[in-house]
């Protein structure tokens, strides 16, 4: 069956500089995968879907790349800020046939001022 | 313009009680999946609905868990004779699949925490 992991669990980093997460998944390539924020006590936010014959995918500060020989991909905010701290979870589709989603364990950042 | 709704968003049970917790979709989605979300844990798929079907329920535990979308009024999930390893949040999400494309965003809602005592 198909496995997530985030690359760690807690990443801090100072305002401004770039955040780089990663995820890595350990079977099939996906059609596709997505990226959600997730804040304290909320459900998940979309972000992202980056499909399997996209390098690369941009959305304002947000960037997310898809390599599906490394079976990973790599999401970057440039010039983060405090408000970005949150935990971020990678998902993929939970089989080759459905929609449904399995989510790595997540990566929580915190931007400090 | 609402969201995914889900309510009750804190729900307290003893053990051997039912719980059930409702999702409405946002308006115009007909898909409806359900997530669990254990402490220090990530989300776990449960099962995934269509109006009056059942299309995947292979993360749903096989006894004492249950869920519904039926035609009319909001989505179900029960769990009957709750246990302590039931408390976790529960979330719903939902998305339209437009066309023949299976790649679409799901839109979660804020969650039902279910403590059981």
């Known amino acids: 069956s198909q496995k997530i992991e985030q690359n760690s669990e807690a990443l801090n980093i100072q305002e401004g500089k770039t955040a780089t997460l990663t995820c890595n998944y350990t079977?099939?390539?996906?059609?596709?995968l997505q990226w959600y924020r997730q804040d304290p006590g909320r459900g998940p936010v979309f972000l992202l879907l980056?499909?399997?014959?996209?390098k690369e995918k941009r959305k304002e500060r947000l960037k997310v790349t898809f390599d599906t020989t490394l079976k990973q991909s790599l999401f970057h905010i440039t010039a983060s800020q405090p408000a970005d701290s949150a935990t971020y979870l990678c998902a993929l589709p939970h089989n080759q046939a459905g929609t449904a989603l399995i989510f790595g364990k997540g990566t929580t950042l915190s931007v400090s001022s | 313009n609402a969201g995914v709704m889900q309510n009750p968003r804190h729900l307290v049970r003893r053990r051997g009680q039912e719980a059930r917790l409702r999702c409405s979709p946002m308006k115009g989605h007909s898909h409806v999946y359900w997530y669990r979300q254990l402490p220090e844990e990530g989300l776990k798929f449960m099962v995934y609905?269509?109006?009056?079907?059942?299309?995947?329920e292979s993360g749903m535990p096989k006894e004492r868990f249950s869920a519904e979308f039926p035609k009319e009024g909001p989505s179900i999930l029960r769990i009957q004779q709750v246990v302590r390893g039931d408390s976790a949040a529960y979330f719903c999400?939902?998305?339209?699949?437009?066309?023949?494309?299976?790649?679409?965003?799901?839109?979660f809602g804020p969650g039902t925490r279910l403590l059981v005592l």
């Open positions: 609905l269509q109006k009056e079907n059942i299309i995947d």
């Open positions: 079977n099939y390539s996906p059609a596709y």
């Open positions: 980056i499909r399997e014959n996209e």
């Open positions: 999400a939902s998305s339209s699949l437009q066309g023949a494309s299976k790649q679409e965003t799901q839109y």
